[in-house]
């Protein structure tokens, strides 16, 4: 069993959709937890961080954390095409672990006008 | 805040060659940096975490003579693939971890380099 389990999709929504992504993990030690975007070819981009159970928002961007249940997700708003992208997510221990991050698998996001 | 260059972002080379990418944060100091490598439609899978002025930590399975790591400074890392070969294209990107103490478990990522082996 992987430690981060994301659905790869893909996943294809009309714009203006409420999208929903979503990771379970199963090692109690993760502490932070993190989003990024990634465009084709391109680097992973940082969208959202949060290190404690419950919500924090950023525009259209949602991000949940349940540390009881070992579940994370990323809610985005009003979907545009330009947020077509693969979302990853991301985990750390903290402390020494020098902040290595465990990966989910992708999930790939259409967003289609 | 939090960039990071990685250059260059596209390299063709011939089999045999020895290819160097750097990569640099540009507005704050990496104590740590990481080497990734992604196949096509996979997501990352870590090669090497770099610590400036010390060896780097290979992840099991990557032969540290053939991906040669040296973090130099606190702004800057650099991966030289060794006699490279078609096996070793790729995607490459960088990352570096945060200064201030929460971001410390932040990685920040570089826009990539795309290694062509022929």
């Known amino acids: 069993q992987k430690e981060v389990e994301q659905d790869p999709g893909p996943l294809s929504v009309p714009e203006g959709a409420i999208v929903s992504l979503n990771c379970t993990y199963s090692?109690?030690?993760?502490?932070?937890f993190m989003w990024y975007r990634q465009y084709s070819r391109k680097g992973p981009e940082l969208l959202m961080y949060?290190?404690?159970?419950g919500n924090k928002e950023d525009g259209r961007f949602t991000a949940q954390v349940d540390k009881s249940s070992k579940y994370i997700s990323l809610f985005i708003r009003d979907s545009q095409p330009s947020d077509s992208a693969t979302y990853l997510c991301?985990?750390?221990?903290?402390?020494?672990?020098?902040?290595?991050?465990?990966f989910g698998q992708g999930t790939i996001l259409t967003v289609h006008p | 805040g939090a960039v990071v260059s990685q250059h260059p972002s596209r390299v063709i080379c011939k089999s045999g060659t020895s290819v160097k990418i750097e990569c640099r944060s540009l507005?704050?100091?990496?104590?740590?940096m990481f080497w990734y490598r992604q196949f096509p439609k996979k997501s990352l899978m870590l090669m090497a975490t770099?610590?400036?002025?010390?060896?780097?930590?290979?992840e099991q399975g990557v032969e540290k003579d053939k991906f040669l790591i040296n973090h130099a400074s606190l702004t800057l890392s650099t991966l030289t693939v060794t006699s490279a070969h078609p096996e070793d294209s790729s995607f490459y990107i960088c990352?570096?971890?945060?200064?201030?103490?929460?971001?410390?478990?932040?990685?920040?990522f570089g826009a990539g380099t795309r290694l062509s082996v022929l």
């Open positions: 990352s570096a971890r945060g200064e201030r103490e929460l971001a410390k478990n932040i990685q920040y």
């Open positions: 090692n109690s030690a993760f502490q932070y």
């Open positions: 949060t290190y404690s159970s």
């Open positions: 991301a985990m750390s221990h903290g402390g020494t672990s020098y902040g290595k991050l465990t």
């Open positions: 507005d704050f100091q990496a104590t740590t």
């Open positions: 770099s610590n400036e002025g010390s060896k780097a930590t290979y």
